[in-house]
């Protein structure tokens, strides 16, 4: 996986991603959100720090460093949570934990830096985190500290004044293949012809629906916002999602419907989605929004 793959917390990934491709890492980073989310975003993270050869700002996937992340056992990427950190308490991360990280970070990195990954870092206590403090601050070498945590309060001010910090939605789940290819298909249609027939049939199952018609168009528009909000904020060039790679239309209906029409197409779908979550007719909803595009 990388970055370009993640499916939730698009907006964060997507943030990231420029930062890499700016070359503009900060020291430290704190990812706050549940366990799901921010371990999947902070190891992508880390292994698009280490890759050999990140393309547009993420991890190449083939490179020896991307490898051997894939794999477990890059020498470069230091992991700590309360399950390895040493000691025998088990409902704390001690200072200990924090002395051993300190010296891995001395030795001289196989690459170009060290990654280090702290999960469960609302569990490290007062001493370690006062301790991690000048780590954050000033790493060794160029390492970059991401630290994982269910929540902020139990991180002390210092810590968090020395981090770059992402609030995280809570992962959901991969959209129904046949709600995705109905919404790439109602894109295709908007993209090539203005009628609203067109646009209407292509969505006729839902408009047909009779035993769950709310739920199958909220989860419609939401996977047409995923889709659209892909097409606006992805670089030409760059790697897609794991929504949009094997889409050929993908491309064309970038080059038919311009950033400003794509925009407004996102507004469409976040405003049709609201109708629905208010109680609005479902069919109306969605006869609008064939109109709206």
């Given at each position: ?6 499916f939730?917390?698009r ?87 924090v ?19 702290i ?22 070498g ?6 994982l ?17 992402y ?76 929504l ?10 970038r ?39």
């Amino acid at each position: 996986m990388s970055l370009a793959d993640l499916f939730h917390n698009r907006a964060v990934a997507d943030q990231l991603t420029a930062l890499l491709a700016g070359g503009k890492l900060v020291h430290a980073f704190l990812f706050i959100g549940g366990k799901d989310s921010r371990l999947q975003i902070g190891k992508e993270l880390a292994k698009a720090i280490l890759c050999e050869s990140p393309a547009q700002g993420d991890s190449c996937g083939a490179c020896v460093s991307c490898r051997k992340f894939d794999h477990g056992n890059h020498e470069d990427f230091l992991y700590l949570d309360l399950e390895t950190a040493p000691g025998n308490a088990k409902t704390q991360i001690g200072v200990d934990a924090v002395e051993l990280l300190q010296e891995q970070l001395k030795l001289k990195p196989f690459g170009a830096r060290h990654a280090v990954l702290i999960e469960e870092a609302h569990l490290l206590n007062t001493a370690a985190q006062n301790k991690l403090l000048k780590t954050l601050e000033e790493p060794a070498g160029d390492s970059v500290i991401i630290l994982l945590a269910e929540k902020k309060d139990a991180l002390l001010p210092t810590v968090l004044s020395r981090c770059s910090t992402y609030y995280l939605e809570d992962e959901q789940t991969q959209p129904d293949e046949e709600m995705l290819a109905l919404a790439k298909s109602f894109l295709a249609v908007c993209a090539d012809s203005p009628l609203f027939y067109r646009r209407r049939d292509c969505i006729k199952p839902l408009l047909d629906e009779k035993g769950k018609p709310r739920e199958k168009a909220a989860e419609f528009l939401q996977t047409l916002e995923l889709l659209l909000r892909e097409a606006l904020l992805l670089p030409y060039g760059a790697q897609r999602s794991s929504l949009t790679r094997d889409w050929t239309a993908f491309e064309r209906i970038r080059e038919k419907m311009d950033q400003q029409a794509i925009a407004r197409a996102v507004e469409a779908a976040e405003e049709a989605g609201r109708c629905i979550r208010l109680g609005y007719n479902t069919g109306y909803t969605l006869k609008q929004l064939c109109l709206s595009l």
